[in-house]
């Protein structure tokens, strides 16, 4: 299988203005995520995405193929990330190279290991599915099954439609939430039905202690201090 490790890295950032050049523990942001998919071993390529000639270089600095720039219409606040995909695969196409399925890799997730990239597509490949995310599991005080939404006239009904919660936590089935730091997916489920996810979506769990996500500067005060002293998990 063909897999391209895709980094998709934009000059604007409003929570944390570019973050993705910002030094994180004393490197830039996008080097964290560079390094690991660049020590996985099972894609066959990496490139970066970006419009900004200033993050452009810094990916070539970090090992980064940077084969085209990104057009600004595609690098807005409210972007969404499906179109920046498509647009990536569509000039590699362009310039005749096709792949099985692309790895998308946020910058902002970068406590991502090259194990983790790696167990993903591995698990793609051997299941057949058409994509597989990373996940964490969710501690059961949030399990849909005891978490309420609030109707119009003010009245709680649980998130899964049941008329009644299942009272033992020990009952509860396991939850997982996305957890973002890794996406794999099939390029003609990404091209020819306009999806990140497909039909068939399994999970490759990570321990929430070793997640982060970085939107705001709280954030990136626990990403600074998980590498300061308590980034106790491999980095392979």
Known sequence: MRVIGLVPA??????????NLRLLAGRPLLEFTAEAALRARRL?????STEDPEIAE???RCGLEVPFLRPADLAGDETPTLPVVQHALRCLEARGDTFDAVCLLQPTSPLRSAFDIDACVALLEQSGADAVVTVTVVPPEHNPHWVFFRSETGSLYLATGEATLIPRRQDLP???CREGSV??????????????????L??????ASRSVNLDTPADWERAEALLA???AFSKD
């Open 58 to 60: 810094a990916g070539r």
């Open 183 to 200: 996406y794999v997916t099939r390029c003609e489920i990404v091209l020819e039905r306009n999806s990140l996810y497909g039909d068939r």
């Open 174 to 176: 396991p939850a997982f």
């Open 229 to 231: 002293g308590r980034y």
């Open 44 to 48: 066959e390529r990496v490139i970066l």
């Open 10 to 19: 934009r000059g604007g950032s409003k929570g944390i203005p570019r973050k």
């Open 202 to 207: 399994l999970g490759h769990t990570v321990d």
